[in-house]
């Protein structure tokens, strides 16, 4: 396959054609913030909003993880502008998670961890009204727990439920309302899940923790 040659934040690198821009930025070792992009997903959800760059010549910013390479492209994912953005998204997240990491599973391996270093905003952003949820917590389930309220939507466990899996996760209600559910919102233990646990490894928060830390060893 044909390679193109693009400028990534000064850098030149080249890459397949077709590749987003978000991929041929890591596999050159240039870091852009991301949180919901699945290199494998044919149709990228773009959900977070956190990838946004600046390319010249374009009069809004894209999402490096849905937008394709093109010979000659300038790519400026640190300008102002895009880190601007990406800052108020992540604080948009933040909004809707409850800071509880000393008791979070997750804490330590946190993907909203890293992101808070690297972005520099604080994990309590106080530029939002905090959007309290109370979903409740299903540890029905012998090898996982679930917990709805620490969800950042990112949609990796739905992704991977579907295309490895049989389809037990997905997206239920809209807009603020949106959340991650079996059918009907039914226990797990009860849906048709078949404990492969993908889910679970792919989750980049606390929301889906294994009930044994096996689950990361098979």
């Not at 080249?14 to 699945?38: E, S």
């Not at 409850?98 to 994990?123: D, M, R, T, W």
């Not at 969800?151 to 997905?170: A, D, I, P, S, Y």
């Not at 807009?175 to 233990?189: A, D, N, R």
Request: glycine share 6%.
């Amino acid at each position: 396959m044909k390679l193109v040659t693009l400028t990534i934040d000064g850098v030149e690198v080249k890459a397949k054609r077709g590749t987003k821009i978000l991929w041929a930025a890591l596999d050159n070792v240039i870091y852009i913030p991301h949180l919901c992009a699945i290199r494998e997903a044919n149709h990228p959800y773009a959900g977070c909003r956190l990838c946004q760059v600046e390319i010249d010549g374009y009069k809004e910013l894209v999402t490096a993880c849905s937008e394709p390479v093109s010979e000659g492209m300038v790519v400026r994912s640190n300008s102002p502008w895009a880190n601007r953005v990406r800052r108020t998204a992540f604080q948009l997240i933040l909004s809707n998670h409850p800071i509880i990491c000393s008791e979070c599973f997750a804490n330590g391996i946190c993907e909203l961890q890293e992101l808070s270093h690297f972005l520099k905003v604080p994990l309590r952003q106080r530029r939002f009204r905090t959007l309290s949820r109370n979903y409740p917590v299903d540890d029905s389930h012998p090898l996982f727990v679930y917990n709805p309220n620490l969800c950042v939507l990112c949609g990796k466990c739905v992704w991977v439920c579907n295309e490895r899996g049989n389809g037990t996760l997905n997206f239920a209600f809209r807009g603020m309302e949106t959340i991650v559910s079996t059918f009907g919102g039914i226990p797990l233990k009860d849906a048709e899940c078949d404990s492969c646990a993908k889910c679970v490894v792919t989750c980049p928060v606390g929301a889906l923790v294994p009930k044994t830390t096996k689950l990361f060893w098979e």
